[in-house]
């Protein structure tokens, strides 16, 4: 069994890529923010490892998204590793958010990339556990509707579709760690489902399922549906300025990105 210590070196480095994880392009769709793996972006730096790519915002503390694929082959019965630790892949002179910067804040360490997603070794479950997956949530949120919608998505998995996921969240609230992380005022998910797996992008079509969650980061909803804050794609590129289907064909995009979903299932924690 590998050591939490030996996991958080080798999935922090990212030296730990091949068998672990499928050969995917996790912004097979593009890149929202167009995020670029330089100093000269700190607050939208572009992040890739094997299990997720998104951007983070050194100012805030936070990831401004995060994109990843999601099918059968990321799913399996490894336990949750619970290892939440800092990233060591960020530039070496930036600061870094710790586990214990959450400690009284009001606020929950919410995966973006989920841990649910990742059960297939060891490595990859541990990875969803870097502070560069997490944002502060509120607890009613994070434990409700989120994890409601998290679990309805690999339910389409066990089905034998394959998602692209992308989520993250924007506006602020009081920053917590005394001014080391910014909270995000609301939190939101888009995600592209395809009925055949193996096609990748090339497989979207104006017929293509797309939801799209936009939700308050505050307590008060925790027995809310996800349903219940469906939005457009459209809805949330004016709320962030993101791009979210740059790679799709602009004429597929405009008759997916109008299209508001308001769910046909919520599975119960």
Same mark, same amino acid.
């Given at each position: 069994?590998?050591?939490?210590?030996?996991?958080?070196?080798?999935?922090?480095?990212?030296?730990? &890529?091949?068998?672990?994880?499928? #050969?995917?392009?996790?912004?097979?769709?593009? *890149?929202?923010?167009?995020?670029?793996?330089?100093?000269?972006?700190?607050?939208?730096?572009?992040?890739?490892?094997?299990?997720?790519?998104?951007?983070?915002?050194?100012?805030?503390?936070?990831?401004?998204?995060?994109?990843?694929?999601?099918?059968?082959?990321?799913?399996?019965?490894?336990?949750?590793? *619970?290892?939440?630790?800092?990233?060591?892949?960020?530039? !070496?002179?930036?600061? @870094?958010?710790?586990? &214990? =910067?959450? #400690?009284?804040?009001?606020?929950?360490?919410?995966?973006?990339?989920?841990?649910?997603?990742?059960?297939?070794?060891?490595?990859?479950?541990?990875?969803?556990?870097?502070?560069?997956?997490?944002?502060?949530?509120?607890?009613?949120? *994070?434990?409700?509707?989120?994890?409601?919608?998290?679990?309805?998505?690999?339910?389409?998995?066990?089905?034998?579709?394959?998602?692209? $996921?992308?989520?993250?969240?924007?506006?602020? @609230?009081?920053?917590?760690? &005394?001014?080391?992380? $910014?909270?995000?005022?609301?939190?939101?998910?888009?995600? %592209?489902?395809?009925?055949?797996?193996?096609?990748?992008? !090339?497989?979207?079509?104006?017929?293509? @399922?797309?939801?799209?969650? =936009?939700?308050?980061?505050?307590?008060?909803?925790?027995?809310?549906?996800?349903?219940?804050?469906?939005?457009?794609?459209?809805?949330?590129?004016?709320?962030?300025?993101?791009?979210?289907?740059?790679?799709?064909?602009?004429?597929?995009?405009?008759?997916?990105?109008?299209? %508001? =979903? @308001?769910?046909?299932?919520?599975?119960?924690?």
């Amino acid at each position: 069994m590998i050591s939490v210590c030996l996991l958080a070196f080798l999935t922090g480095c990212g030296l730990l &890529t091949g068998a672990l994880s499928p #050969r995917i392009d996790h912004l097979a769709l593009g *890149n929202p923010s167009n995020a670029t793996p330089t100093g000269l972006t700190p607050n939208n730096y572009l992040m890739t490892k094997p299990q997720f790519a998104l951007s983070y915002n050194r100012k805030r503390g936070i990831p401004n998204w995060v994109s990843w694929q999601l099918d059968s082959g990321w799913l399996g019965d490894v336990e949750r590793q *619970n290892d939440f630790r800092p990233d060591s892949a960020l530039p !070496e002179q930036w600061e @870094r958010v710790t586990p &214990t =910067d959450y #400690r009284r804040s009001g606020y929950d360490r919410g995966h973006l990339a989920p841990s649910g997603d990742r059960t297939n070794t060891q490595v990859n479950n541990s990875a969803t556990f870097l502070m560069t997956n997490i944002i502060p949530q509120a607890a009613d949120i *994070n434990r409700g509707p989120w994890v409601d919608l998290e679990q309805y998505c690999r339910y389409l998995v066990d089905r034998g579709k394959e998602l692209y $996921i992308v989520a993250g969240g924007y506006g602020k @609230r009081d920053a917590i760690a &005394t001014g080391k992380i $910014i909270p995000p005022n609301r939190v939101w998910k888009v995600v %592209v489902v395809l009925d055949a797996p193996g096609q990748g992008p !090339e497989g979207i079509s104006p017929q293509t @399922r797309v939801i799209a969650v =936009d939700m308050p980061n505050q307590n008060g909803d925790s027995d809310a549906p996800w349903t219940a804050f469906t939005v457009s794609v459209d809805s949330l590129e004016h709320q962030t300025g993101y791009d979210f289907l740059r790679k799709v064909p602009k004429s597929v995009q405009d008759s997916i990105e109008v299209r %508001v =979903d @308001r769910g046909k299932q919520k599975i119960r924690r």
